[in-house]
């Protein structure tokens, strides 16, 4: 594959969803077990968007619309919770959202960097990546994931 072919929107969206899937972990009780597959989620994504050509700067905004997402979707849920529990919740999911912003503006720069690395400095004009090895380290996070939840089950 080359830089000038695209990831396919469904792979995008099977990592969004996996975002989200990994966020409700965060503010859960086991959001000390799903930490290591949020930060791992998270760099993967901003890897993942240096392969879709994108700016540092459209990861944080990517990121950020999840943030506008799950206010308006949650807002009625938790207005109808006691104040400070509903306070906790939202302020919780922010913080574990600004923290993967920041994992995954590394990803992204450390992609950029391996990239100019292997070219010697030079941006290479067709830049190799695998989307069966994409999704397979998808499926790995997926699976990751699932362990933690059945964990949190047993």
């Not at 939202?90 to 720069?109: C, H, P, Q, S």
């Not at 070219?119 to 790995?140: C, E, H, S, T, Y």
Request: aromatic letters at 6%.
């Amino acid at each position: 594959m080359t830089a000038s072919t695209t990831i396919p929107r469904a792979t995008v969206e099977r990592e969004l969803r996996l975002i989200i899937d990994i966020m409700s972990e965060m503010v859960g009780p086991y959001r000390r077990e799903a930490k290591a597959v949020w930060f791992r989620v998270c760099e993967h994504y901003g890897r993942l968007a240096a392969a879709r050509g994108l700016a540092a700067g459209e990861v944080v905004e990517e990121m950020q619309y999840i943030r506008e997402l799950l206010t308006r979707i949650l807002s009625p849920v938790l207005a109808a919770m006691r104040a400070r529990p509903g306070m906790a919740i939202m302020l919780r999911l922010n913080r574990v959202l600004d923290k993967g912003i920041a994992v995954a503006v590394v990803g992204y720069t450390d992609a950029l960097v391996a990239t100019l690395f292997s070219q010697n400095g030079v941006p290479a004009a067709d830049a190799d990546f695998d989307l069966q090895d994409i999704d397979r380290q998808i499926d790995a996070m997926e699976d990751e994931l699932a362990s933690v939840t059945r964990r949190a089950e047993a």
